[in-house]
C-alpha cells in the first residue's frame, strides 16, 4: 500500500481558497486519489477521487499532477462549517481494504 | 433512515464483560468493514468482509471477532472487554472497484 504523508493541522480564515497537499511517493499504477472529510464523532465521509490531472465536484477540486507523486485538495472560499479532518488514501479499486493515516486537521477561523 | 446503521451509538460496559455491536446496512453492497478510532488519530481496520462468505483480519484483529450474518449485517464483538478498547467504532460499506466508502454514525464505547 502506498503510504501517504500530509500536515497535521491546518488555519484559514472564512472565505478563503483552502489547499492540502498529500505526498504518495510510491503510488502504484492502479492506484487512485481519494480523499475524505470527518467532523467530531461522526463516519468520514468521501469528497472526492481522481487518477490524474484534475477532478472538480460541487464540493472539491482535486489536482494531480503528471508523476502523481503527490495531489492536492482544494476546498474553495471555506465556511466555517469546513472545519473538520481531511484524510488523504491511496489504493487500487480492487481488494485490498482502504487505510486512514492520521489527516489534517483544518480549522476555519471567523 | 440511515444507509449503514449502528446500534448502540454509545455503550458502557465493565472489564471482561462480552459485548457486540451490530451494523446493517441498506446500500446493498457486499463489503463490509468495521473500523476502530482513537481520540485524535485515524481509523484502523479491524476486520473486513467482501461477501457473506468472506472474513479477513485487519490491523488491530487480537480481541475482537465478527460474524456476517447476511449481506446486510455485520456484526463484531468483544469478547472479554479491556480498557484499551475504549474507541469510537465505525462499520463501512463498499462496492467492488469504487473506492467510495460509505461510514455509519459510530458507535461510542467506553470499558471500565
Known amino acids: 500500500l502506498a503510504k501517504t504523508t500530509q500536515p497535521i493541522s491546518m488555519d484559514s480564515y472564512e472565505g478563503q481558497e483552502v489547499n492540502i497537499t498529500c505526498s504518495h511517493n510510491?503510488?502504484?499504477?492502479?492506484?487512485?486519489i481519494t480523499w475524505y472529510q470527518q467532523f467530531p464523532s461522526q463516519g468520514p465521509r468521501f469528497i472526492i477521487q481522481?487518477?490524474?490531472t484534475k477532478v472538480t465536484n460541487e464540493v472539491a477540486s482535486l489536482f494531480i499532477p503528471a508523476d502523481r507523486k503527490s495531489s492536492t485538495l482544494s476546498l474553495p472560499r471555506v465556511s466555517l462549517s469546513d472545519t473538520a479532518v481531511y484524510y488523504c488514501?491511496?489504493?487500487?479499486?480492487?481488494?485490498?481494504?482502504?487505510?486512514f493515516g492520521k489527516g489534517t486537521r483544518l480549522s476555519v477561523i471567523a | 433512515d440511515a444507509d449503514v446503521t449502528q446500534t448502540p451509538r454509545n455503550r458502557i460496559t465493565k472489564t471482561g464483560k462480552r459485548i457486540m455491536l451490530e451494523c446493517s446496512q441498506t446500500?446493498?453492497?457486499?463489503?463490509m468493514y468495521w473500523y476502530r478510532q482513537d481520540p485524535g488519530l485515524g481509523l484502523q481496520l479491524i476486520y473486513y468482509?467482501?461477501?457473506?462468505?468472506?472474513?479477513n483480519k485487519g490491523e488491530i484483529s487480537d480481541g475482537y471477532s465478527v460474524s456476517r450474518q447476511a449481506q446486510a449485517k455485520f456484526s463484531l464483538s468483544l469478547e472479554s472487554a479491556i480498557p484499551n478498547q475504549t474507541a469510537l467504532y465505525f462499520c463501512?460499506?463498499?462496492?467492488?472497484?469504487?473506492?467510495?466508502?460509505?461510514f455509519g454514525s459510530g458507535t461510542r464505547l467506553t470499558v471500565v
Open positions: 446500500k446493498g453492497h457486499d463489503r
Open positions: 481522481g487518477y490524474k
Open positions: 463501512a460499506t463498499s462496492e467492488p472497484r469504487v473506492r467510495g466508502y460509505t
Open positions: 468482509s467482501f461477501d457473506v462468505k468472506d472474513i
Open positions: 510510491n503510488i502504484a499504477t492502479n492506484d487512485y
Open positions: 488514501l491511496v489504493g487500487d479499486t480492487g481488494n485490498t481494504p482502504l487505510v
